[in-house]
């Protein structure tokens, strides 16, 4: 095929992703030098649009950016009032007193908050300092310096047949080339992938772990709503050998934030994820606040929880990983909106200083290291040990180590048990079908749970069924040769949106299914699979999830 030819666009800085670190770093850009050329580019419809997040907002990136967002009208206007903590069992639960909890771990001074409005907001404050923000721009590839170094994405490729010949509307897209080019595209970004692997950014990280979140938002009884109450359970229904645990946010209007995260080191395939979501509502607790509420919308996305040692090398020639991209959530306080701005905040100085003294594509050094030594590195630090105890002794000796490794840590600046490590990847951590038992779960009731294809219905999730599948099969033999007898291929039960089926015909081989319309963009698949067979790529500009107010 012949090679394609597209125009090109030169900025000082291009940004893939408008999410928190995104944006931040678009606006101290500017904030630093009006005369830079920032241009945002951000896959969903809109901005926002593939945001989703619980979340309790730890607003110390935001008063970085600007001191008065109250006078500037942010969406930040539920701070947290009461916070609690549940250890479940089936039928009840017991209360941890807060002052058994380490300091960190208190939400004083946090706020409830949609995230996707928050970033709405930071869009709109970066478009007043003359951000170019363009929406529905998948980036598809990644273009290099003749060096070697990162150049530039390819972005706004539209009209690609099934087959992926291009088609009779076909659209090449452009090249927007950078100084620097930043990759905040969130958890298990697709060009972030690639870059770590070409520069070997990993080298000296840890696996990369990972939690699938999956969350509702309720419109309940005013009688029960309770604003700024924050709620957190560990415990029933995944139990004592699988680590997740689930959030309740009370913001305004009468709606809650429900929501529940499975880790994916589970063991057992025939584990469901989703549906551990769906019968965790109907615990007593839970149930009593939903009945007589509607939900108004459902999503889902992985979280990263490998934790400071996972961070891999974040700034590579021509550009540097933000946010999520490098793996910057806090574990046990279940926040890293913050950490992602403090990040997007880092890169802009260090490439802004860059650019003014002349350079242009070389490695940032300085961002890597004040990420580690400054702001994001102290908080990641004294709970890098969580995910690791979690892992090998379970959610209740996780509990009560952790806890105490958090206490030491507060009190003397360092840990007895040193720097641990994640003994395996997430995919690595399935095994073999024969090894455990199918789990009922109960049938949802339509009233408090749902099956999945009813729930992806309120994600608003839209894809062009013409255009190449996004879901790419390295070897397509795998899910029936490989994982069906091995594992009964766990892709039926781990995606949150029904993407995957094995379908048996009597008289038929069986036969491994994609309905990629489904996709919420989670990367569960590209995460869990235990071949790792599977690769998560972009879809056309503005496909997938429309959340609102996630």
């Known amino acids: 095929m012949a ?137 598809s590839e990644l273009v290099y310096r003749e060096d070697g170094s990162l150049k530039g994405v390819v972005a706004g490729e539209f009209g690609r047949n099934a087959d992926g010949t291009p088609g009779p509307n076909y659209e090449p897209g452009m090249e927007l080339h950078g100084k620097y080019v930043f990759l905040s595209e969130g ?18 990280a840890d696996f990369p772990k990972f939690g699938l979140g999956m969350k509702e938002i309720w419109e309940i009884d005013p009688a029960k709503h309770r604003a700024g109450t924050v709620t957190h359970t560990m415990g029933w229904p995944l139990g004592w050998k699988n680590g997740g645990g689930s959030f309740i946010y009370h913001l305004d209007n009468n ?38 509420g509607k939900r108004v919308a459902y999503g889902a996305r992985v979280v990263t929880k490998g934790g400071y040692q996972s961070i891999p090398k974040s700034a590579f020639p021509g550009g540097a990983l933000l946010g999520c991209s490098a793996g910057l959530v806090n574990l046990p306080r279940i926040k890293g909106n913050h950490n992602a701005m403090l990040s997007g905040i880092e890169a802009a100085e260090a490439a802004a200083a860059a650019i003014k003294g002349g350079r242009a594509g070389d490695e940032l050094a300085d ?20 995910a690791p105890l979690n892992g090998r002794w379970g959610v209740l000796a996780g509990l009560v180590l952790g806890g105490f490794d958090m206490w030491f840590q507060s009190i003397f600046r360092f840990s007895l048990l040193g720097t641990m490590k994640h003994r395996k990847s997430d995919a690595q951590a399935t095994e073999p079908a024969a090894r455990h038992q199918p789990i009922d779960y109960p049938k949802p009731d339509g009233t408090i749970s749902f099956d999945r294809l009813t729930n ?43 993407v995957y089926e094995v379908l048996e015909e009597e008289g038929k081989p069986p ?40």
């Open 367 to 386: 961002y890597d290291k004040t990420l580690r030594e400054g702001p994001v590195g102290k908080d990641l630090k004294p709970v890098r040990n969580v």
């Open 255 to 292: 709606q809650v934030y429900v929501g529940y995260i499975v880790d994916l080191s589970y063991k057992n395939p025939y584990l469901y994820p989703y549906m551990e979501f769906q019968r965790f509502k109907h615990h007593p607790m839970v149930a009593d606040l939903l009945k007589g």
């Open 187 to 204: 958890a298990r970004g697709s060009l972030s992938k690639q870059v770590i692997e070409k520069f070997g950014l990993d080298k000296e």
């Open 3 to 139: 090679e394609i030819e597209r125009e090109a666009m030169d900025y000082d800085v291009v940004i893939v992703g408008a999410g928190p670190a995104g944006l931040s770093a678009a606006i101290r850009l500017k904030q630093i030098d009006a005369d830079l050329n920032v241009v945002v580019l951000e896959k969903g419809s809109e901005v926002g649009a593939h945001i989703l997040s619980g979340a309790v907002l730890d607003v110390s990136g935001l008063n970085r950016l600007f001191k008065d967002w109250k006078k500037r009208g942010a969406p930040i206007n539920v701070p947290v009032r009461k916070d609690r903590f549940y250890v479940m069992g089936e039928a009840g639960q017991i209360r941890i007193p807060n002052f058994l909890m380490p300091p960190l771990m208190n939400n004083h001074g946090c706020y409830i908050v949609s995230m996707g409005n928050v970033c709405r907001w930071l869009a709109e404050q970066a478009d007043a300092l003359g951000v170019e923000i363009f929406p529905g721009m998948s980036c």
């Open 456 to 498: 992806v219905a309120f994600s608003f999730t839209n894809h062009e069924e013409s255009q190449p599948c996004h879901l790419k099969l390295k070897d397509p033999d795998v899910p029936i040769r490989v994982n069906l007898p091995t594992y009964d291929e766990p892709a039926q039960r781990y995606c949150p949106a029904g």
């Open 511 to 550: 036969k491994f299914v994609i309905n990629f319309q489904n996709c919420v963009h989670c990367k569960t698949c590209d995460i869990k699979d235990p071949s790792e067979n599977i690769v998560w790529t972009v879809p056309q500009g503005g496909d997938g999830p429309n959340y609102p107010n996630m």
